[in-house]
């Protein structure tokens, strides 16, 4: 599984949790003050029509990779993908998807960033963590 954020809406420090090195990690009122005042842009929430974009060119993108996607949820503020295991480094999986959302919204219209640098992945080793990561996106997909 993995997922991203849109640029500047969840920062290091806040008070939902956020995931720094695989750990989740609390609230921290200083640490997320010092992110806001070092922002270079406006935060980007994504809008109906850009959330079916990005969505529509991750599905599109998982073809170069002969990957499914089980499931996949696009928020205002962040992206969660399932995807199944290909011989493809993650990293190079999830710079691809993340390449295709934002070409596919500047295609569209929007300018500036998007993303914000990184991603988190959570591997599924067994059929139950698998079901259970796609129970958790499609319950959180709001389309």
Known sequence: MLT??????WLQGNA???VKNGEVR???IALKRSN?????????RLGRREKEIVREAIIEAAKRFKQKI???AVHSNHVHLVCEYV??????????YKNAGRVALQQN???GRVWTTGYDRRFCFSDKELKARIAYVNKHDKR
């Open 26 to 28: 609390g609230d921290n």
């Open 4 to 9: 991203w954020t849109t640029y500047g809406t």
């Open 87 to 96: 011989d493809v480094p993650i990293g190079i999986i999830a710079g691809h």
């Open 16 to 18: 939902k949790g956020f």
């Open 109 to 111: 219209g929007f300018q």
């Open 70 to 72: 089980p499931a996949i």
């Open 36 to 44: 806001i005042k070092n922002l270079a842009g406006k935060a980007v």
